[in-house]
């Protein structure tokens, strides 16, 4: 999906009340939307440096890789994945993560 125009936006403002509902995207779909929210459309500008910039250089081995072992070992742990995970979800959009132990 593309947005294009030429409008001031406040992408940081959309995630941070997106983050604070705390719905996250389960909540997106109980309320079954019919339109993309905008905080997850890329502007066509970006889509662009996206595709030329970073698809050549994504490899398997630079997606971000989040270990959930120490997610119930304290709060420093548990601080510390979670700062992984915001990082890896600002910069890359998903990451991998090991040691969940879903089956």
């Known amino acids: 999906m593309v947005v294009s125009g030429n409008f001031e ?5 959309d995630i941070q009340a997106f983050d604070e509902a705390k ?4 909540g997106l779909l109980d309320a079954r939307i019919t339109k993309l929210p905008r905080i997850f459309v890329h ?5 662009q440096e996206f595709r030329t910039e970073q698809v050549s250089s994504i490899s398997h081995d630079s997606i971000p890789l989040i270990d959930l072992q120490g997610l119930d ?3 420093a742990e548990r ?9 890896a979800s600002k ?4 990451f991998q993560i090991v040691n969940h132990e879903i089956q």
């Open 9 to 13: 936006y406040d992408r940081e403002s």
């Open 91 to 94: 910069e890359w959009g998903f």
């Open 79 to 87: 601080g510390d994945v979670i700062a992984k995970i915001r990082s």
């Open 23 to 26: 719905t996250g995207l389960k």
């Open 73 to 75: 070992k304290g709060a």
């Open 43 to 47: 502007q066509e500008q970006q889509q």
